[in-house]
Each structure stands twice: as structure tokens, then as C-alpha cells.
């Protein structure tokens, strides 16, 4: 009941506010209130902490105490960097190594064109996307018979065969032979779909070789960069080529 009441008897009384501050002191900016006088202690009490406990380890400290990092760290701007060790080697290693990559490389692209070589022979290139097409001219003496002029005659072929740009047989051997393969829509189909498929692989391994020996160009122009002969820059590098540079003519002995 006491608890009820001293509720009831707090909602009348007055709430108690913090001031502003004063207009004479408008100049100071805002009064600190006591929310802000706690955070405030409270970072100035967390740094000297801080500060205690680096003077008590300072004090506690070996004077041999050494560790590998005291020589392989520096400050920087007041903060520890890690140094990078420097790679040991000499120019003449380096210059191995380049060619090494340089050996890898070009296998990997050797090993690619003889793929696409021998894919190559196994399509032909007939009917490939992009080609060129091919022309077929026929010549007439007279006006009478261009006008007259029937392709499918003339090549000895059933008019369905005229669009084909390979295995076309003309009706005489059509009439001696029976047809070989797939004769019904649904595997011509299937089989145009695998040959767009070797098409489509033909085209990515043509790609992935010329970037195989862009890669192998950049690589040695790295290399002859390790020559200390005057140098000059003609051409940025790019995606498609290596920087190209003019070196200046030196005799070998």
C-alpha cells in the first residue's frame, strides 16, 4: 500500500529539470550535463589505466629481453609495420626463372594448338558461324537462259540438297546408293547440336591460345627488362599486347 502511495504522491510533485546554459555563458557552448561528465570520466580514467599499466610493464622489463620482431618490425607514423624480407636472389636466378614460366606457358599453349588443330580436321570449318560465305558463279551466254536457269538441275541435285554446303550427291547417286546416317528430324537435330558444341569449344581453346601467347609475350618482356641497357617506352601495355620498349643498340663483344 505505501508503495501505491508514494507513486500517487510523486505524480503530483514538480519534475525536476537541468538547467541551460546561462545567456552570459552562451559563449562556452553547451552545459555539460551529467551524462556527459560520466562518459567523459570514463575515457579519462580508461586512459590513465592505460598509461599505469604500460609504466608498470616498462618497469617490470628485462633489460636483455629481445625478441625477433624488435629487428623485423619499424614505425611508421606511430604505427608497427611488419617488414617484407627481401627475396635473396640473384639477377641471373631471376632471369632463370622467368624462363621457366616462360617454358610453361608456351607448352600449355602448344599443347592448345594442337587441339584446336585437330579439331580443325575433325569439323572442316563448313558451316561455321562468321565464315565467309562462299560464291558460286555460273556463267551464260545468253539472257534467255539466265532466265531459264534452274540451280537444282543444273548441280544435278534434288532441290532440298541445294542449301548444303557439303554432302550433296547428286541424284545419280542417289539412285545407285541408299542413304547412310541419321535421316529423321529428331537426330539431324541432336547431331547439329553436338557440332555447335565443337564449334563453340573450337572457339574458346582459339581464345585461350592467344591469350596463352600474349602471357608468354608479357612474361619475356619482363625478362629483357632485367637487362640493364637504356630503355626507352614506345606503347603502354594493354590486354592484347605487352608494352613494347626500344632498347639502345649495343655491340656484343
Avoid: C, W
Avoid at 13 to 39: C, F, I, T
Avoid at 95 to 114: F, H, N, P, S
Avoid at 225 to 250: G, W
Amino acid at each position: 500500500m505505501s508503495a501505491a502511495f508514494r507513486k500517487a504522491a510523486k505524480s503530483k510533485q514538480r519534475p525536476h529539470r537541468e538547467r541551460s546554459q546561462p545567456a552570459s555563458r552562451k559563449k562556452l557552448g553547451l552545459l555539460e550535463k551529467k551524462k556527459d561528465y560520466r562518459l567523459r570520466a570514463r575515457d579519462y580514467h580508461k586512459k590513465q589505466n592505460a598509461l599505469r599499466a604500460l609504466q608498470k610493464k616498462a618497469l617490470d622489463k628485462n633489460p636483455d629481453e629481445f625478441y625477433f620482431k624488435m629487428i623485423r618490425a619499424e614505425l611508421k607514423d606511430g604505427v608497427h609495420i611488419k617488414k617484407q624480407p627481401k627475396d635473396e636472389v640473384t639477377p641471373e636466378q631471376v632471369k632463370l626463372m622467368r624462363t621457366q614460366d616462360i617454358k610453361y606457358v608456351e607448352m600449355k599453349r602448344v599443347a592448345e594448338a594442337k587441339k584446336i588443330e585437330r579439331l580443325k580436321s575433325e569439323l572442316h570449318l563448313l558451316d561455321a558461324e562468321g565464315k565467309n560465305p562462299n560464291k558460286h558463279v555460273f556463267f551464260f551466254d545468253t539472257k534467255k537462259e539466265v532466265e531459264e536457269f534452274d540451280i537444282a538441275t543444273h548441280l544435278d541435285t534434288l532441290p532440298e540438297l541445294v542449301d548444303r554446303v557439303y554432302n550433296r550427291p547428286t541424284i545419280a547417286t542417289l539412285q545407285k546408293e541408299t542413304l547412310k546416317g541419321a535421316t529423321d528430324p529428331f537426330h539431324l537435330k541432336k547431331l547439329a547440336q553436338q557440332r555447335k558444341n565443337q564449334y563453340d569449344l573450337l572457339k574458346q581453346r582459339i581464345e585461350r591460345e592467344k591469350a596463352m601467347f600474349v602471357v608468354a609475350q608479357k612474361i619475356q618482356t619482363h625478362k629483357d627488362l632485367l637487362d640493364k641497357t637504356h630503355k626507352v617506352k614506345v606503347k603502354k601495355e594493354t590486354t592484347n599486347r605487352p608494352a613494347i620498349y626500344k632498347f639502345k643498340f649495343q655491340r656484343k663483344r
